[in-house]
């Protein structure tokens, strides 16, 4: 039975501490222990205590494997508990006005677990309780914690178990909560609510730690309190209803979220105040501030929040953070700094935004159905300021009634808005620029303009690819063309060759499109002269493969993969110098492109066709005198590339006609032989001549738009090589060539190679 009189350790004698040992020994009465006037007692797995009483700075130690009733500290004392285990009818432990270390234990309470706080009335004092991997928790409450006093949590567990009860109480004083530490509450996870003496920090800190409220909010903030609260790295929230945050009675709140992400919603009301800041966090929910609650948002360092605002007075999107709406949002102030808003529509669904005052600087990013002409909108009906940008939705689509799109209206003040890298905005076959106006009643409004249209990146990529075969063609013609060169360098003997070439021309805008091609590639081939006719005959073979790579604006490129073989034939008399060659070729090509749209998205498109073209080409090796010799000539080439339908994944379509080239060249090569000691023969030439090509009409339509690629034209060709024959069986080649003319310039062609010959 319970004695009449605590256990009382003073340290008066061995005599007396040799009593309460015996007491507690005793298994027919369970005592309270009383440890005072700046003693220490140690309470091990031996004994046995119905409650503990610690006071006047005196010191409780508890080991592994202890258990215990309740324990209280009073009055500057100390607990340290390891390992023990407290199972209590009333609190499991009070810490008033002292300090606390409980380490690896576990606490059960049928009222609430444990209590920091200060004396009773006193605006002074205060406790500091720490569980470090400890379990507690109580019917009626996990814990509690008064003004200036501090409950640590570190990796451990707190629960409050009924449905009307607390995880954490904390009423006037600071609750830290860190590495995987978890709070859970019948009602809320953590409630902050008013000290009686208003006294203490109001705060929680939450670390890389979980807040659970079953039948509430995971935070509330009540009784007039004057809360702030941090949570930090990872830290997870969760509450009924997906209610994270709920405060009311006249309360404020100053939550800042910091590396974390949270989904749920935060509510302020009954005439209550809050303000949040996510900084590198990801939240997704609503915040509602009923009428008479005032609320402020801040985003800052990246953070993304996904949601509506209802009654909030503030929005300050920062530094690289994102606001998306999810629905039509009037707010009363939005300031930008660096930040964006993101209209989030599509899929048939435009939002407008709606605000009273506009300041700072940031991106809209915003979206059209140009079928339909539908849009989001921002409205400003009071003063709009700062420098915006519009980030708009692009698409490979022709609209259907193309109109002017308003996207922004201001009722007053000096804001300007641009596009977003000062690029139109592609529109299907054309791009539209951004136009402003005064909307007649003193205010300004900003509109995509299909009066300014150029042609879009992905009509430029189509046409680029419909134009560019016959010129990855003639690149290859090239290589071989300086292969029968060497065979009339060489007596027209039988062998083994190999070129690798390399060509860069740049289109003019007046072909009907503008763009840089670079062609890299390889032939190889094997000839051999005819066993019958004169003996001058001589035919071969060849395969071979090149890649284009297009260049076009805005970072919209294309590449052409060409795979070839062929057979060629060349003539020479050896008395009169007379030669022809002629040259047929197929390909196929494997055609891609990549568009860089105007809203920063990709578009892409392949397909594939194929070429066949030939080449004729009749000339005169002249002989002069000490090595010399000049080679005039003409060329007749033509070229057809199959059609073909096909279309970008951005909804654009594109249908080719058969591409055509047809190019006469007329020109001479100058040379010399020069024979060199150990029988090496070097042969340094120059060459001109000047090109026509005859096919104007290549047709392309985009979405239905005709456009002609137009190659036609004059232009010269300059080009310097040398030949060199070491032996009779081998040599090598380099051949260096530049042309210009009015629709095509070639900057560079190089083509080097050798052959075997026997």
Same mark, same amino acid.
């Given at each position: 039975m319970r004695p009449l009189f605590p256990l009382s350790v003073r340290p008066r004698g061995l005599f007396a501490l040799s009593l309460i040992t015996a007491a507690l020994y005793s298994s027919t009465a369970a005592a309270t222990v009383v440890v005072e006037n700046g003693s220490s007692f140690t309470v091990d797995s031996s004994l046995l205590a119905d409650r503990y009483v610690v006071r006047e700075q005196?010191?409780? #130690? =508890? $080991?592994?494997?202890? !258990? +215990?009733?309740?324990? !209280?500290?009073f009055e500057g004392s100390v607990l340290n508990m390891q390992g023990s285990e407290v199972n209590a009818q009333d609190y499991g432990l009070i810490i008033n006005n002292s300090t606390a270390t409980v380490v690896d234990s576990i606490i059960r309470s049928q009222y609430v677990g444990v209590n920091a706080s200060r004396q009773l009335g006193s605006a002074t004092g205060g406790s500091t309780l720490t569980l470090r991997n400890s379990d507690v928790s109580g019917l009626e409450g996990g814990a509690e914690v008064t003004g200036l006093s501090t409950l640590i949590l570190d990796n451990s567990r707190v629960e409050g178990t009924q449905v009307g009860a607390d995880g954490v109480n904390v009423r006037g004083g600071t609750a830290i909560v860190r590495n995987n530490s978890v709070i859970t509450g019948g009602n809320s996870g953590i409630s902050i609510g008013a000290d009686s003496n208003d006294v203490g920090d109001y705060r929680a800190e939450v670390d890389g730690s979980t807040v659970i409220g079953l039948n509430g909010a995971a935070l509330t903030v009540v009784q007039g309190a004057q809360a702030t609260i941090a949570l930090s790295n990872g830290t997870q929230l969760k509450g009924a209803n997906d209610l994270l945050l709920d405060v009311s009675e006249g309360s404020s709140v100053n939550l800042s979220v910091s590396r974390s992400t949270l989904q749920g919603d935060f509510n302020i009301r009954d005439n209550?105040?809050?303000t949040l800041v996510f900084d590198s966090s990801t939240v997704l929910g609503d915040v509602h501030a009923e009428a008479?609650?005032?609320a402020d948002v801040t985003l800052r360092n990246g953070a993304f929040f996904t949601g509506q605002l209802q009654n909030v007075n503030q929005m300050a999107v920062e530094s690289n953070s994102v606001w998306a709406l999810t629905g039509n949002q009037q707010l009363a102030n939005l300031s930008l700094d660096q930040g964006t808003v993101d209209f989030n529509s599509g899929f048939g669904s435009f939002h407008q935004l709606q605000v009273e005052h506009l300041s700072g600087n940031g991106t809209f990013v915003m979206n059209a159905d140009y079928a339909t002409n539908e849009h989001d909108t921002l409205i400003v009906s009071g003063t709009a300021t700062g420098e915006h940008t519009l980030s708009v939705k692009g698409s490979g689509e022709d609209p259907t009634d193309p109109q002017a799109l308003t996207l922004v209206n201001a009722a007053a003040g000096d804001a300007r808005f641009s596009l977003s890298g000062d690029q139109p905005v592609d529109v299907g076959t054309y791009s539209y620029n951004l136009g402003s106006r005064g @909307?007649?009643? %003193?205010?300004? /409004?900003?509109?995509? @303009?299909p009066g300014s249209k150029t042609?879009?990146?992905?009509?430029?990529?189509?046409?680029?690819?419909? #134009?560019?075969?016959?010129?990855?063609?003639?690149? /290859?013609? =090239?290589? +071989?063309? !300086?292969r029968m060169g060497e065979l009339r360098f060489n %007596?027209?003997? *039988?062998? $083994?060759?190999s070129r690798a070439y390399s060509n860069k021309y740049d289109v003019a805008e007046q072909s009907g499109v503008g763009y840089s091609q670079v062609q890299s590639g390889f032939s190889l081939g094997a000839d051999a002269p005819l066993p019958w006719g004169d003996g001058q005959w001589l035919v071969g073979a060849l395969i071979g493969h090149s890649r284009s790579d297009l260049d076009l604006t805005r970072g919209t490129s294309g590449s052409v993969d060409s795979y070839y073989l062929g057979a060629y =034939?060349?003539? +020479? @008399?050896? *008395?009169?110098?007379?030669y022809f060659d002629a040259v047929l070729k197929a390909n196929r090509f494997d055609n891609k492109s990549k568009v860089n749209m105007s809203d920063g998205t990709r578009a892409k498109g392949d397909y594939n066709n194929t070429g066949l073209g030939g080449s004729v080409e009749f000339g005169r090796h002249i002989a002069l005198a000490d090595g010399w010799f000049v080679e005039p000539y003409g060329q007749l080439a033509a070229v057809v590339i199959g059609s073909k339908d096909y279309g970008l994944d951005n909804g654009m379509r594109a249908e080719g006609d058969q591409t055509r080239s047809l190019l006469g060249k007329v020109g001479s090569v100058v040379g010399r032989n020069v024979r060199l000691e150990g029988g090496t023969v070097l042969q340094p030439y120059i060459k001109a001549a000047v090109?026509?090509?005859? *096919?104007?009409?290549?047709?392309?339509?985009? #979405? @239905?738009? +005709?456009?002609? #690629?137009d190659l036609s034209g004059s232009r010269a060709e300059l080009g310097a090589g040398l030949a060199a024959s070491f032996t009779e069986d081998f040599s090598v080649h380099a051949d260096f060539d530049y042309a210009k003319g009015e629709h095509i310039e070639q900057p560079y062609g190089v083509n080097v190679g050798l052959r075997y010959s026997w």
């Open positions: 005196s010191t409780l #130690n =508890t $080991l592994a494997g202890s !258990s +215990l009733r309740e324990v !209280s500290v209550s105040s809050g008479g609650s005032v @909307d007649g009643s %003193g205010g300004s /409004e900003w509109f995509l @303009d042609i879009s990146p992905g009509t430029q990529s189509v046409l680029a690819l419909f #134009n560019t075969a016959p010129t990855v063609w003639y690149g /290859e013609l =090239t290589s +071989l063309r !300086s %007596g027209g003997k *039988a062998g $083994l060759w =034939t060349t003539w +020479l @008399d050896q *008395a009169s110098g007379y090109a026509h090509e005859f *096919a104007k009409a290549n047709r392309v339509q985009v #979405n @239905d738009n +005709l456009f002609n #690629n």
